[in-house]
């Protein structure tokens, strides 16, 4: 079975512009959560989401928004992007109701705004 | 809002010899999970290990185990044996057991590497 997958790897955006990142998770996988990490820190809950609906939502401005499809994969999407949006960007998969199974993540996309 | 500290920034260890790596977290809940994930430089985050805060038994995964200590709220981390393939980040985490909280709280890591 493929891992959890994330697309693009790397991408370089201008402040001011969007970005659309994508996730499919794990065959099985209803709920995906994205999380944002800075270099050198560890990686901050965005949104969780599960059955297209938002379950939870980390201290993220509203330029940051995401949504999830009928298949189960999600994209991020951020307006308006900022210096500070430079980041590796995560994706994780899960059962939910896996209790302590933990999450399966990517490999992340890596945004870089200049 | 639950914190989880990691206070060793960075650590090495020899080829063959032990690690541990210390985690707290500070909570109100009486159950929860934690965990243990690796980030190599290939950057996927891989579970290394987990416990169920209501389980005493500390848990155990080949050459990785946990010292759960919950009065204390310490959770530390255990590499027997490293092995040059240890090198990565690692990153202590909590979750939440309550209903629909699913999100991961995440230490600030630890890097540790391993000398051949």
């Known amino acids: 079975d493929a891992g959890v997958t994330q697309s693009p790897t790397h991408l370089i955006k201008t402040r001011g512009q969007h970005v659309t990142l994508r996730c499919s998770p794990i065959?099985?996988?209803?709920?995906v959560s994205w999380y944002q990490q800075v270099l050198g820190q560890g990686p901050q809950f965005i949104f969780q989401y599960y059955e297209k609906e938002e379950r939870g939502r980390g201290n993220f401005p509203d330029r940051f928004s995401a949504r999830q499809f009928p298949n189960y994969s999600s994209e991020l999407n951020v307006n308006a992007l900022l210096l500070g949006d430079s980041a590796l960007y995560l994706c994780?998969?899960?059962?939910?109701?896996?209790?302590?199974?933990?999450?399966?993540f990517g490999s992340g996309t890596r945004l870089t705004v200049v | 809002a639950q914190t989880v500290t990691q206070s060793q920034p960075e650590m090495s260890v020899q080829e063959a010899e032990t690690v541990t790596l210390s985690c707290t977290y500070d909570?109100?809940?009486?159950?929860?999970?934690l965990f243990w994930y690796k980030q190599p430089p290939s950057r996927q985050m891989i579970l290394v290990i987990r416990q169920e805060a209501y389980k005493q038994q500390n848990a155990t995964e080949n050459r990785f185990s946990v010292n759960f200590q919950k009065a204390a709220k310490s959770f530390s981390l255990k590499i027997s044996d490293s092995q040059l393939g240890d090198t990565a980040m690692y990153f202590c985490a909590f979750r939440d057991s309550g209903a629909g909280s699913y999100q991961l709280t995440f230490g600030k890591g630890t890097k540790l590497s391993v000398i051949p």
């Open positions: 909570t109100s809940e009486n159950n929860y999970y």
């Open positions: 065959s099985g996988h209803k709920s």
């Open positions: 994780a998969s899960s059962l939910v109701g896996s209790g302590a199974s933990g999450y399966t």
